[in-house]
């Protein structure tokens, strides 16, 4: 059975930095691209970042880019989320999903397991 579980999320100042893991298990993912997407309070889940499966190509939201960092682990099955300078408007739930691709997208329906999400939420 496929799992994935996030954690690392908390309360942070904005300003602030988090690190966000995802522990995967059931299947190998080295094969396959991975993403976080988040959803905050009253709205639609977003894509945040991407990373293809050998982890050499990467892709970030707009609202993101230059701030978060994605990055995997094969050999551990884990993927990361380093989330620096963070801000009030990324208080959301976190997801970890991954593709059915080797490749990576932005689109939600692009990806077949999804975690059960991590809190992060950024006071001001």
């Known amino acids: 059975q496929v799992q994935l579980v996030e954690s690392g999320g908390r309360l942070v100042q904005a300003g602030g930095s988090l690190r966000l893991s995802c522990a995967a298990s059931?299947?190998?993912?080295?094969?396959?691209?991975m993403g976080w997407f988040r959803q905050a309070p009253g709205k639609a889940r977003e894509y945040v970042a991407a990373?293809?499966?050998?982890?050499?190509?990467?892709g970030y939201a707009d609202s993101v880019k230059g701030r978060f960092t994605i990055s995997r682990d094969n050999a551990k099955n884990m993927l990361f989320l380093q989330m620096n300078n963070l801000k009030p408007e990324d208080t959301a739930v976190y997801y970890c999903?991954?593709?059915?691709?080797?490749?990576?997208?932005?689109?939600?329906?692009?990806?077949?397991?999804w975690g059960q999400g991590t809190q992060v939420t950024v006071s001001s």
């Open positions: 059931g299947r190998t993912f080295s094969n396959y691209g």
């Open positions: 999903a991954v593709s059915h691709s080797s490749w990576y997208g932005v689109a939600a329906d692009q990806y077949d397991y």
């Open positions: 990373i293809s499966w050998s982890g050499r190509s990467t």
